[in-house]
């Protein structure tokens, strides 16, 4: 969708703290998380000849299956798009994605069904914010259980162990070895 292979994408460069459940704070050198990671976050890739490139604001972000906006929320350096999937685990938790520190794409609403690989926005841009963080995408994976589950899905919800198991994104996003759920 943005043309990484003309630029030569060879795998996504993670500092550490992007990674799931890890305790660094990256953007902020030494400094720790108050949690665990919840997700991972994407914001440089390596190329063929050893570059590192930033995929920066602008860049777009697709949908990875199809499923329903079930909520748009603002975060702290842009919106929060969740989307829910018509996949259930075997206790009929419902799998969510979140795209966390972009800008919806105009138009998008909860209920609308994006297709797989349709974007739902692109990386915001930071500048002119009071950011420490540059321009990255997040990325969280859930299971939420159906039954009880939050009556308003958001940032705080998925910090709701009882009801909300967050994976690991990578696995799926990068093929790497999966850490456990959080």
């Keep these: 969708m943005n043309n990484l292979d003309a630029a030569g994408f060879v795998a ?42 930033s995929l920066g604001a602008g860049a777009r972000v697709p949908v990875m299956w199809p499923g329903v906006v079930v909520a748009i929320t603002a975060d702290f350096l842009g919106r929060s798009v969740f989307v829910a999937h018509d996949r259930l685990d075997a206790e009929g938790r419902r799998l969510h994605t979140v795209y966390g520190h972009v800008d919806p794409r105009p138009g998008l609403a909860p209920g609308n069904p994006p297709r797989e690989g349709e974007e739902v926005g692109v990386i915001a841009d ?5 950011a420490a963080v540059p321009p990255h995408l997040h990325v969280t994976i859930a299971l939420i259980a159906r039954e009880g589950g939050p009556a308003r899905l958001d940032w705080n919800a998925l910090g709701d162990r009882s009801r909300v198991i967050l994976l690991d994104p990578e696995p799926i996003l990068c093929g790497a070895p999966a850490s456990g759920p959080l």
Aim: net charge positive; no cysteine.
């Design 12 to 53: 996504w460069d993670f500092l550490p703290g992007m990674r799931f459940g890890e305790r660094a704070a990256w953007w902020r050198e030494g400094a720790e998380r108050d949690l665990p990671h919840e997700g991972l976050d994407i914001g440089w890739f390596r190329t063929r000849d050893g570059r590192r490139l």
């Design 126 to 130: 930071v500048s002119g914010r009071q």
